[in-house]
Each structure stands twice: as C-alpha cells, then as structure tokens.
C-alpha cells in the first residue's frame, strides 16, 4: 500500500485535568496549592488555606463538590428542597397584621405562583385600607404591573408571617414612583414566629474571633434567617458568647451579593461521637443596610421553602 502505516493511527492527546477532586487529592496540614471551589464557583477554600484534621476533609466532601479553582469548569446547580406548605388561617384584615410604614413586602403576580417574590416596601396606607408601596423591582427595572392585575403578597410582621392577595388600582409616576393596592383580600396567617428560617445549602468560610481577614474553616449553612443562620461545621467553633468572622454568597432571583461579616455564636449543639459535625446557632448582628436587604430577598425568594418559625435560633 502507498499510505504509510502512520497515516491510520490515530494522534493520542493527553487527557485534560479533571477539576474534580477525591479525597486523597486534598492535602491535610499543608497549605492547599489550589483554591477549591463547589461545582457552582463558589469558594470554599482559598489557595494556601491548610485543612487542619481530616474530619475537616470529610466534612468537606460529605456536604460539597469540591473542584480545583484553578481549573473549574461549569457546575450543575443544585436541587431545591421540597416544600412546606402553610397553614390555613381564619379571617384577618390590615389591622391584624401591625404592618408598619417602611416594612418590606414580598410581591408576585398571582398567575406566577412559582415565580420568585420581588422586594418592595410599604410607603403608606389609605383609610379604605388600600396600600401605597413602591415598585418591585426586577433585575434593576420596575416589575411590569398592570392595574386590575392581582398579586401575591407576603408579609413579614413583627411577629407572624402572612400571605393575602391585592389588585392593583394604580401604577404611579408622579410626583414619584408607587404603586396601590387594594385593601388585602383574605389573609392568611402563615404561623407565629420571632424570625423565619428557611432551608440552605450554603458554604460558609469562617474564622475564630472578631479580627483577622483570613478564614481557617468551611461550614454548612443548613438554615438562614434575615438576621442569622445554623451553621454547621466539623469541630465546635467556640462558646456561646464567642464571636467569628464569615462569608458567604447569597443569589437570589434580584441579588448575587457577597456577605462579610462577624457573628455571635448564640447556641452550640456539638457532636455527640468522634467526626459528628457540631451545630452552631450564630446571630448576624453587624450586616450594613445593603446585607439586610440580601439576607430579607434570600428569604422571601424561598417563602415556599420555609424551614420553621421559631422563638429564636435553634
């Protein structure tokens, strides 16, 4: 034949390297050569960050997908948690509600039940008991509202949550931007609660104490409230009283913000055998105006995915 062997064999390319990781691949008490990240980007180690047991390392992999930072590719996002639905409740006006001016409402359209809920808040209301708020917004622009249209709203009172239908009368322009609403139709008492907690499934970088700018640790969040969360971990944090330094990331339908801040460890449940994480109540109690807004819009996002209401963090 005139074609020379060489010309029928196939070139071998090396394989590229996974980003995925094993175990074994992850060093404990040396400093890390790579960050590592989850399968959706998000940092869970920073280069040079020394694991310290290999509790830690499994408390990694049990809870998370680690991949090389350095050659992450696309995750797959991860799945939602089933939902709870709410209790019936009897009959309830504005009143009943103790909603405040400047309180932030959750709203939807009514014919969007599985969309998520843009933030807005109360700016006023009429003797008629019609609300006047101010435009939800979506991805940066007022929500599209319609007058005659009917919304979803939810409420988060001082002390119950609550779920009632308005329709739109009106959608203003001057002398600013606000939109009324029609006296609530039936309202629903949701449940009593000091705060909501949904479900989570966040990764939560922390370190001891009130100062420092580098994290030692990776922790779970398995609940978030507006103002706190339950964190677990694989080893106890420290005392009730103590504080630490986090971060954390919160997407939501309206919000990709990153959180910094410090928290107060309000209750511990430590493990009760050898490699059993510990759960940390901890208290937010030092977010700026724009991390409130991110950890209020977090939960609204998920108020059908809600985890309990509770007197405090458990």
Known sequence: MDNPVDAHVEETRPAAPSAALEPQMVPVGTPLPWPIV?????????GATTLATTDERAF??????????????????????????????GELTLKDMHLEIGAL??????????????????????????????????????????????????????????????????????????????????????????????????PVRFGIGESGDTYEGLGLAK??????MSLSAAWTLGEIGERLRIAFRLKSAEYDAQIDTTAVIRNIQKGKTPGEPSMHGLELD???????????????DRQEDVQHWSNGLK
């Not at 931007?177 to 907690?197: A, F, M, Q, W």
């Open 38 to 46: 989850d399968a959706d980007g998000t940092l869970l180690f920073a």
């Open 60 to 89: 990694l992999f049990q809870h998370f997908h680690p991949q090389r930072g350095d050659l992450l590719g696309i995750g797959a996002p991860q799945p939602s948690a089933p939902t709870v639905q709410p209790d019936p409740a």
């Open 105 to 202: 409402i959750g709203m939807r359209s009514q014919l969007g039940s599985g969309a998520p809920m843009h933030p807005c808040r109360i700016i006023g209301f009429a003797p008629n008991h019609a609300l006047f708020v101010t435009p939800p917004m979506q991805q940066g622009q007022p929500l599209p509202l319609t007058p005659g249209e009917n919304v979803e709203i939810v409420a988060i009172a001082s002390q119950a949550v609550f779920r009632f239908v308005c329709t739109v009368e009106a959608v203003c322009r001057m002398p600013f931007d606000y939109v009324v609403l029609s006296k609530p139709g039936v309202v629903r008492r949701l449940r009593e609660r000091k705060s909501i907690r949904v479900h989570a499934h966040l």
């Open 223 to 228: 609940g978030i409230s507006a103002l706190g």
């Open 286 to 300: 030092q977010l700026d105006t724009a991390q409130q807004m991110a950890m209020k819009v977090f939960v609204f």
